[in-house]
Every structure is written in structure tokens, then in C-alpha cells.
């Protein structure tokens, strides 16, 4: 049976300890910090427009969605927003260097009018 998460953080006494569980945390955040980074790659490659990288509508749906999981897992939504949101505009910020990256190495800009955003 898997609980909420915030009913996994273990009661600390130290310092020490505490440094311990974020640690760990830490080892399991980075990997998937750098896939969903890998993933800006990849949408910067599929949208090949600097117009088309910063999506408010997809913004809007992610922090939509993280709310809920985050008031489900116990946590503080209000926190989770702001975390995402400041996370969303380093991808943005990584999505435009990788576009400009690509452009450099030989991607050519969109042609057609109105890529998809998606």
C-alpha cells in the first residue's frame, strides 16, 4: 500500500538527517530533471519556431494538472505551482538555447505557416 508522500518524510532530529532524506531525493529528482530536460530537446527539434516555444495554454494545463497531485500527495499546491512555474521558464529558456543550438548545427527554420504548438 502506498501512502501519501509527504506521510514518507521521516521525523528528523538532525540536521544530518534531514540532509540524508533530501540526499536522496535529490539522486531521484536529478535523473528525471534531466529527461524532462531532454524532452525540451526534442519539443525545440518538433516546433522549430522560436515563436512557438513559449505555449501559455500549456502552462496553464500543466500547473492544472500538478495542483490536484500535489494537494493529493499532502503537499502545499501553492508551492508546487511555484516551483513548476519557475521550472517551466528555465525549460523555456533551455528550449530557446536548444533551438538556437540546432540552428547552428544546421536546422533549417519552419517554412510552413503556423507549426503545431502541441
Not at 73 to 92: F, S
Amino acid at each position: 500500500m502506498t501512502g501519501r508522500a509527504i506521510d514518507k518524510v521521516v521525523n528528523c532530529e538532525t540536521m544530518h538527517e534531514v540532509r540524508v532524506g533530501v540526499n536522496a531525493l535529490d539522486d531521484i529528482l536529478v535523473p528525471l530533471l534531466v529527461e524532462r530536460g531532454g524532452y525540451m530537446t526534442q519539443a525545440a527539434k518538433v516546433k522549430n519556431d522560436e515563436n512557438l516555444v513559449y505555449d501559455q495554454d500549456r502552462i496553464d494545463a500543466i500547473i492544472e494538472r500538478v495542483r490536484p497531485q500535489a494537494e493529493k500527495e499532502g503537499g502545499n499546491a501553492d508551492l508546487i505551482e511555484r516551483i513548476y512555474r519557475a521550472m517551466i521558464a528555465c525549460y523555456i529558456d533551455y528550449e530557446h538555447e536548444e533551438l538556437a543550438r540546432m540552428r547552428a548545427a544546421g536546422l533549417q527554420p519552419r517554412t510552413e505557416p503556423g507549426g503545431n504548438a502541441s
